[in-house]
C-alpha cells in the first residue's frame, strides 16, 4: 500500500514516534500506510535503505521529530529531511520534542515551517486539518470517540519519561578568546536591558479599578503561544470596537524604556538593550490600516531609538514576536508568540562574527556596564546560555549589579534549574503569586530555591505584595531579614502590563542615582512611585 505519512526520528525517540503512530491509526489512517522505523507494523520488513527511499517518495505528511541531536548525530535523518524539501506536493510538519535544544541552527526549517508541539492541542489540531486535507480515506468523525483519542496522546505524552538535556557552554562566550580588549570598539551603557522583544496588542475589554489589594504585574501570561492563533487573535472580529494599546514590550525592555523616562532630560543613565527585532505580519499590517479605529504605524525601530548604544538589538525581516492581551479591571491576561525571539542567540552570533569575530564582543559590552537587568527568555536552554555568559562578565567586573525578572513562568515551571541566576543576581523581583509560600527564614527553602551555593550569597528578594506594598528580603551567609515596605498612595490602575518594569527601573534609577548614598528602603519607596505613576497614566 502507497504510503501517505512518513515520521523521521532518532531510534532514542521511538516512544514519542510510537506514540504519533497510535494516534493516527486509532483515527482510521492503516499502518501499511505509515512509515515509523520504530514500529514494526509500519517500518522496515526487508531493505531498510530501499524502504526509506521509496516510502519517501510516496509520502504525503511527512514529520520530522526534532530533538537535541537529530542534526548532530542524526546521519539518515539529515538525509531524510533534505528529501522532504525537495519533494513536490507533500507537507512538512516539524515537532519539536522536550529534550530539543533551543537555538539550534535548524538549516532549512525555516520561519514558514513553525515548530510543533505534541501537549499543545493548537498545535495537534492544526496537524489533523493537515492530514484531513490530503487523505482520501475513512477518518473518524464521532466527537466523543476523538476526543478520547486526542487525550490518550496527551496522557501518553506526558508520561514518557524526560531526557536529560545536555549542558553545554554558551555559545555567546569562547574561553579560547580574549575578553577585555585595551581599545574598546563599542559604545558604552550604564545600564543593559537582556530579554525578549514582542509588540504587544492590548485590547481594553472594561473599565478601571481603583484599588490598593491587587498585585500589579501579576496577570497570565503564556510565553509559548501559538503563533498563528495570536495573529487570528489580533486581527479577529471581536476586538471590533474596544480600545487597543500597541507598543512594544518585553518585560526587561520595559524596564529600560521607563528608566528613559525618569532620567529625562539628562544623559545618564546611558540605556541600551540586547535583544533581536523583526516585523509585524502583513495580516496585522493589512487589518489596522484598513480600520480607522487604530492608527498604528508599526515603526518598530522607532520605538527603541532612544536607546544609546544599539550595536546589540539585533534587526531582522523575520516575523518580530507578538503579544495578545486582554485587559479587563486593569489586569492582563494573554499569550505571546515566540518569532524571531527564539532565534536570539544565533542572530547574536552573528552580530558578534560581523563586528569581532576574534574576541567575546558582547561579554566585553556586557563588563562595562554598572547594570544588567534580564527578564525570562523564550525558552530556558536560551535562558541557561546567558546564565553562563553573565557568571564570566561578573569575573570580568565585580561591581557590576544583576537584577533578574522570572516571569511567573519559570518560577511555576523552571525553579529548579534557576538556582545558579538566583545565586549570581544582586536583586531578584518577584510578584505576589510567583513568591508563593516560600518562607526564606527556612534554611530548607533557600536552598530549594538557590541550590548548592545558597551559603555564601548575598542577595535581595523584592516580593510585590500589591500596588502600595513590597516585601524586602535581605539574604546573607545563609540567614534571611524580612521588611515590609508600604506607601500611602491610592493606585488608580489603567493597565498593569509593564508595572514590573515601571517597578524594577524605580530602584535602579534611585540606586544609580544616589550612588548607593541611600539605603534599599529608600530606593523601593522611589520604585513603587514608579510603578503607581505607571499603572495610572
Not at 480600545?243 to 529625562?264: M, Q, S
Not at 546564565?387 to 544583576?402: D, G, I, R, T
Request: with cysteine; glycine share 8%; hydrophobic share 35%.
Amino acid at each position: 500500500m502507497k504510503k501517505f505519512i512518513f515520521i523521521s526520528h532518532k531510534t532514542s525517540d521511538e516512544p514519542y514516534a510510537k506514540l504519533l503512530v497510535d494516534f493516527f491509526t486509532a483515527w482510521g489512517i492503516k499502518h501499511d500506510e505509515i512509515y515509523c522505523s520504530s514500529v514494526p507494523a509500519s517500518g522496515t520488513k526487508e531493505d531498510f535503505k530501499k524502504e526509506i527511499f521509496d516510502a519517501l517518495h510516496q509520502s504525503i505528511i511527512d514529520i520530522v521529530l526534532l530533538s537535541d541531536i537529530f542534526f548532530s548525530e542524526g546521519k539518515i535523518c539529515n538525509q531524510e529531511l533534505g528529501i522532504m524539501w525537495h519533494k513536490n506536493g507533500n507537507e512538512v510538519v516539524c515537532i519539536k520534542l522536550p529534550h530539543f535544544l533551543e537555538g539550534t541552527d535548524l538549516g532549512l526549517v525555516s520561519e514558514s515551517h513553525m515548530l510543533r508541539e505534541l501537549n499543545e492541542k493548537p498545535d495537534i489540531f492544526h496537524i489533523k486539518e493537515i492530514i484531513k486535507k490530503h487523505y482520501t480515506g475513512e477518518l473518524k468523525t464521532d466527537e466523543n470517540i476523538n476526543n478520547d483519542i486526542l487525550e490518550k496522546l496527551l496522557d501518553g505524552y506526558a508520561k514518557i519519561p524526560p531526557q536529560e538535556t545536555p549542558s553545554r557552554p554558551s555559545r555567546l562566550f569562547d574561553e579560547s578568546k580574549p575578553t577585555i580588549p585595551i581599545e574598546y570598539r563599542f559604545g558604552v551603557a550604564d545600564v543593559v536591558g537582556i530579554g525578549a522583544l514582542n509588540y504587544d496588542f492590548m485590547f481594553y475589554r472594561d473599565g478601571l479599578v481603583s484599588t490598593t489589594d491587587t498585585e500589579p504585574g501579576a496577570g497570565i501570561e503564556r510565553l509559548k503561544g501559538s503563533y498563528d492563533i495570536i495573529t487570528s487573535k489580533v486581527i479577529g472580529s471581536k476586538n471590533r470596537g474596544f480600545k487597543c494599546d500597541v507598543r512594544l514590550g518585553g518585560a526587561a525592555f520595559n524596564t529600560i524604556k521607563k528608566l528613559k523616562d525618569l532620567r529625562g532630560n539628562r544623559s545618564v543613565p546611558r540605556l541600551s538593550y540586547v535583544g533581536v527585532s523583526g516585523v509585524i505580519p502583513k495580516e496585522i499590517r493589512a487589518t489596522f490600516a484598513s480600520h480607522k479605529d487604530y492608527n498604528v504605524s508599526f515603526d518598530i525601530p522607532s520605538e527603541y531609538s532612544f536607546l544609546d548604544v544599539k550595536d546589540w538589538l539585533v534587526e531582522t525581516k523575520a516575523s518580530s514576536g507578538l503579544g495578545y492581551f486582554e485587559i479587563r479591571n486593569g489586569h492582563r491576561t494573554g499569550d505571546i508568540g515566540q518569532g524571531i525571539n527564539k532565534e536570539l542567540i544565533p542572530e547574536l552570533v552573528k552580530n558578534m562574527s560581523a563586528y569581532s569575530p576574534d574576541r567575546n564582543a558582547l561579554a566585553e559590552f556586557l563588563s562595562r556596564a554598572k547594570w544588567i537587568h534580564i527578564s525570562s527568555l523564550v525558552e530556558i536552554n536560551q535562558f541557561l546560555e546567558f546564565v553562563y555568559l553573565l557568571e564570566k562578565v561578573k569575573e570580568f567586573n565585580s561591581a557590576l549589579k544583576v537584577s533578574f525578572d522570572p516571569g511567573s513562568e519559570y518560577m511555576f515551571e523552571h525553579v529548579d534549574k534557576l538556582g545558579e541566576m538566583f545565586c549570581l543576581c544582586d536583586y531578584v523581583f518577584l510578584s505576589k503569586s510567583e513568591y508563593g509560600e516560600r518562607d526564606m527564614r527556612n534554611p530548607d527553602e533557600v536552598k530549594a530555591l538557590y541550590g548548592g551555593g545558597h551559603r555564601n550569597i548575598t542577595t535581595n528578594i523584592i516580593v510585590t505584595l500589591s500596588a502600595t506594598e513590597v516585601q524586602w528580603i535581605h539574604l546573607h551567609n545563609g540567614t534571611a531579614n524580612s521588611e515590609v515596605i508600604s506607601m500611602e498612595e491610592v493606585t488608580t490602575i489603567k493597565n498593569d502590563t509593564g508595572a514590573g518594569g515601571a517597578l524594577v527601573a524605580g530602584f535602579i534609577h534611585s540606586e544609580l542615582i544616589n550612588g548607593g548614598a541611600k539605603n534599599v528602603e529608600h530606593s523601593l519607596r522611589e520604585a513603587m512611585k514608579s510603578q503607581a505613576k505607571w499603572m495610572s497614566s
